[in-house]
Every structure is written in C-alpha cells, then in structure tokens.
C-alpha cells in the first residue's frame, strides 16, 4: 500500500474533516477536565503545497485555497477561526491578518495531528498512530518536543481496542483510512463497534469517502444494525454527479457528537458547500442514523 497523503492534503475533504475535528475539540475544551486525542490514522502531520505531490494534483486549491478567498458570515467565520488559526500558525511570516493574506502565501497545511496539537491544553493528552516509517518520522519532526504527544507505529485496528478506553474517560477518536484497500468499510465498522464497547462514552469521528455508494450504504447500514446510541451522520456532496473512480464527496460518522455539532455543522458545512462545489450540484445532509437525543 503506498497511499501518500501529501497528494490530497488541503483537498475539499481535508477541509471537511478538519473543520469537524477542530469544532469536536473546541467543545471538549469548554471542560477543565483533561481529555484525550487518539488519531488513529495520522499521517505525516504538515504539508508542503508546494512540494511535488500537492503540486501535481493541485487538490489543495479547490479546498483550503478556495475557503481563504471566500467571504462568510460573521457567525461562520467564527465557526472557522480555530481550525484556520492553525494553518496560520503553520504559516509564518504572512503579513496581514486577513484571510486573502494568507491565501497569498500559503505553503503548508496542517494535517490532523497538528490541529489537534494545537487545539488542545497542557492536561490533555495525545496519541497518534502511524504505520509507515518514514511518514511517522516526518510527523514526529513537525510535532516537535512535546511531552502530551506520543507518536506510535501501532496499526490502527489495534489501536481501537488496545488503547481504549483512555485513562481521563473523555475524548476524541478520529478515525481517517486511506481507503485503499478492499474491506476497509467494513473494518471501520468493525473496529467502532470494538472500540465502542470498550469506551461507550468517546466521541468518535470516522472519516469516509463517498465513491462508491453501495459501500458506503453497506457501512451505515453495518452502524445502524449495532444499535450504537447517538450517532450522527454528515455528508458532503461536492456533486451531484458521480463520475467513474472519482471521490463525489465525503462524509463523517459521528459518535456521541457535542450537543451543539449538529446545529454548527449545518451552518459551517452550507457556507462551505457553497464555495467548494463550483458547478452548484452540491449539497450537505446531516441526520441521525440512531436516536438523538
Ligand atoms: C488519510 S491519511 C491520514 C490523514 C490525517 N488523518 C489528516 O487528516 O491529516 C491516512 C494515513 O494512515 C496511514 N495508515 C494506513 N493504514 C494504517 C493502519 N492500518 N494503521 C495506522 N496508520 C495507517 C497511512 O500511511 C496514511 O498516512
């Protein structure tokens, strides 16, 4: 397997994905209580946007580059502020604290464990899981010293089960499979439903991209027939049209979501919708697969 994220980092899904993460930890900090980041698929943790892959793809522009041209809201870019003050952070030096500044000098884009680094508080705690060498030491390099982060070679669907549940009994799992291989629908589904009996209380966001939709069927319907309470369905059309082999949009399956997620996703995800679906066929769905509560 030699799925590289680099290619795809910053993309419309990246955005998605990461404004979902960033709203789950701003919730989880309103607590003083210490809580807990597994990511479980990591990655390398800081991209180039001009280094070869994102270049060669140019994936990236149509995602972060685009959402930094745009204009919102008040309400929603306040929505968007902690997720997009992370990719400044990334990107020193840009003079001017507006958003087309910093369109103007984009060059990296934080991945997961970056904006969960810098989202969380001295008592939290964060493991991230990585298991191709030379990605794992790129994202210890961009992680730097910092005694609340582990950085572990540890496979995933171990991960799900060996370190869960996590000793402060509050946090995130972010689930986020490349999706190469065969079955991995269904190892998702199978490493929540482990996972959720050994912590029921975690949030957990798993990442899924919409390609093939009978799979993706198959996954919610795996989901439903676990009877997991609480659980949240968002999906992302960039469009309508499906074309042969091509990602038409992503979504996320959540897991014990904050009490004010579905309502702030609906928001966020419409004006994003809106500016990353360019021929105007996309469209956001957010609903319960099993009872709100
Ligand atoms: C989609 S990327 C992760 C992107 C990252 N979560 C982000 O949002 O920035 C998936 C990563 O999982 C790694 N990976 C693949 N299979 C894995 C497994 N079984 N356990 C842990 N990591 C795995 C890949 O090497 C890749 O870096």
Not at 84 to 98: H, S
Not at 209 to 217: E, G, L, S, W, Y
């Amino acid at each position: 397997m030699n799925y590289r994220h680099a290619f795809h980092a910053g993309n419309f899904a990246d955005v998605v994905k990461h404004v979902v993460l960033a709203r789950i930890l701003a919730y989880l900090g309103q607590k003083d209580a210490a809580y807990r980041v597994l990511d479980t698929h990591a990655g390398a943790g800081l991209y180039d946007l001009a280094g070869e892959e994102a270049q060669r793809t140019g994936e990236w522009e149509g995602g972060i580059g685009a959402v930094l041209r745009a204009t919102f809201t008040p309400e929603v870019t306040a929505l968007l502020k902690p997720w997009l003050d992370v990719v400044r952070a990334v990107n020193p030096g840009v003079e001017g604290d507006t958003p087309a500044a910093l369109a103007a000098r984009l060059r990296h884009y934080p991945g997961s464990p970056l904006i969960a680094q810098a989202l969380t508080r001295p008592q939290d705690r964060l493991l991230f899981c990585e298991t191709v060498g030379g990605v794992r030491e790129s994202l210890t390099d961009a992680i730097g010293r910092d005694g609340r982060t582990k950085v572990l070679p540890t496979d995933a669907w171990q991960a799900l089960t060996a370190y869960l549940p996590p000793k402060e009994r509050r946090g995130l799992v972010l689930v986020d499979p490349p999706f190469e291989e065969p079955g991995e629908f269904h190892r998702m589904a199978q490493g929540l439903i482990e996972a959720h009996k050994r912590w029921p209380t975690g949030v957990y966001a798993l990442w899924y991209p919409i390609k093939d939709v009978r799979a993706v069927d198959g996954f919610r319907r795996e989901i439903e027939r676990a009877r997991i309470p609480k659980v949240l369905n968002i999906q992302f059309d960039l469009r309508a049209v499906r074309q042969a082999d091509a990602m038409s949009g992503c979504g996320l399956i959540i897991v014990n979501p904050p009490f004010v997620l579905a309502e702030e996703l609906r928001l966020v995800l419409n004006a994003l919708v809106r500016v990353l679906a360019t021929d105007g066929t996309g469209r956001v769905r957010i609903g319960w697969i099993t009872a709100e509560r």
